[in-house]
């Protein structure tokens, strides 16, 4: 599916911020798939803040082409992680959210979230489909600071919206 159909997702409907702020309040662990050890990427920057964040994740890369990241060893995929996380997030691209749904829900996951900018139709039926909450398009990090109040930590609350730098 297009990302212009994201109203038209069968059997989903995109959950609203207090939704998202139950979702990360009951979460107890965040399997990062896609999780880079490059400190300029995204998933480098999230997976950070999770692990320093006050609401004490536990915190599993997944990605089979390393070892370790931050410190954290790093799992091939969702099955080889300790236990079933709570919520899997996802820095893959869009193409590639139904293969990484499937798998969260092979392994039992609670939620699929889908990082900033991914956004796949069929990945967020699928998951909805099999009983998982399903989070498109929104970053786990900024999220939480957001509903902890910790966007000014980051530089996000400037109070300006702009594309000029």
């Known amino acids: 599916m297009a990302k212009s159909d994201r109203d038209q997702v069968p059997g989903w409907e995109p959950p609203g911020a207090i939704a998202r702020k139950a979702l990360l309040d009951s979460a107890e662990s965040i399997a990062i798939v896609g999780a880079s ?9 999230v ?9 004490d994740f536990r915190v599993y890369m997944v990605n089979p082409r390393e070892t370790e ?14 236990e079933v996380p709570d919520i ?24 699929f979230w889908a990082q900033l900018g991914l956004w796949n139709g069929d990945a967020a039926q699928m998951a909805s489909e099999a009983g998982l909450n399903v989070v498109m398009d929104r970053c786990t990090k900024i999220e939480h600071a957001r509903f902890a109040g910790g966007l000014h930590l980051a530089g996000f609350d400037t109070g300006v919206i702009s594309s000029r730098r």
């Not at 050890?37 to 920057?45: D, G, I, L, V, Y």
């Not at 990241?69 to 300790?82: E, H, K, M, N």
């Not at 590639?96 to 996951?109: Q, S």
């Open 37 to 45: 050890k490059n400190p300029s990427r995204a998933s480098n920057f």
């Open 47 to 55: 997976a950070t803040y999770l692990l320093s964040s006050s609401a």
């Open 69 to 82: 990241i931050l410190g954290q060893p790093v799992y091939p995929d969702l099955a080889s992680l300790p």
């Open 88 to 111: 899997v997030d996802v820095f893959r691209k869009s193409e590639d959210l139904p293969e990484v749904a499937a798998e969260a829900i092979a392994v039992g996951a609670k939620t």
